[in-house]
């Protein structure tokens, strides 16, 4: 399996749909699946994704929690859904987002293939707001780094979340001290790839679609994913 398209949710009835008719709608050349955890939701949403899963049992795999579970808010259902993951790279993919680019998956996995030295990659995303109260707008500013650093990384939230790919074989899991952390928006628990670089592929190729009690997966856990073990010595130091 090349791609595993990692999605979480909670009461997303309203979205969950056009989030995975735009994976579902990529155009590539290799494997890839979805994998959905759900926590606990108690509107639709489960029973959209039964639907959508029994009209493509060969892509969707569904990871249905009975009751939400305990933590801090979508936690947990991500690292399950993270284990539950058997592709080569994870992409991630909030479920009241989609893409809008059908080459995205394409155009990001011939990056990193091209680029060893690079963990992940992540491109801009177009901001809108689900009541249309806001103006739209473009999360990565005009002059974002075509190579970012761990540095880079410490300073903000330089990643849109459904923007991001990265190679699923670099991390070893949580550590011990990551699940007794009641604030998990930034930074999150570190990884122990050795390879750094944090790239951005010019190009919008998807939308974020912001709603209330919305919270971003990346803002909590993306961060393992691209820190090697020198990230702790910097945080005990």
């Known amino acids: 399996m090349k791609v595993s398209v990692l999605i979480t949710t909670h009461n997303r009835e309203a979205f969950i749909t056009q989030t995975i008719d735009s994976v579902l709608m990529q155009e590539v050349n290799f494997d890839y699946e979805i994998v959905v955890g759900d926590d606990g939701s108690t509107d639709h949403t489960r029973e959209i994704l039964v639907a959508l899963q029994k009209a493509h049992p060969n892509k969707i795999r569904l990871l249905l929690h009975e009751k939400k579970l305990e933590g801090a ?7 399950a859904t993270l284990a539950a993951c058997e592709g080569e790279y994870v992409a991630l993919l909030d479920s009241d987002d989609y893409w809008t680019n059908i080459h995205k998956l394409q155009m990001q996995v011939d990056f990193l293939e091209s680029h060893p030295e690079c963990a992940i ?94 919270s971003s997966l990346v803002g909590r856990l993306v961060s393992c994913f691209l820190v090697n073990r020198r990230f702790l010595d910097v945080l005990k130091h």
């Open 121 to 214: 990659c992540f491109h801009n995303v177009l901001a809108l707001a689900d009541d249309g109260g806001l103006e739209p707008k473009t999360l990565c500013p005009p002059d974002q780094k075509e190579i970012s650093t761990l540095e880079d990384l410490l300073s903000r939230n330089l990643i849109p979340t459904c923007s991001a790919l990265f190679r699923r074989g670099q991390f070893d899991g949580f550590p011990e001290w990551y699940f007794k952390v009641v604030v998990v928006d930034w930074p999150s628990s570190p990884g122990s790839t050795e390879i750094e670089d944090i790239c951005f592929t010019p190009g919008g190729c998807s939308n974020k679609v912001s709603c209330a009690g919305d």
């Open 73 to 79: 808010p979508g936690k947990l259902n991500f690292v």
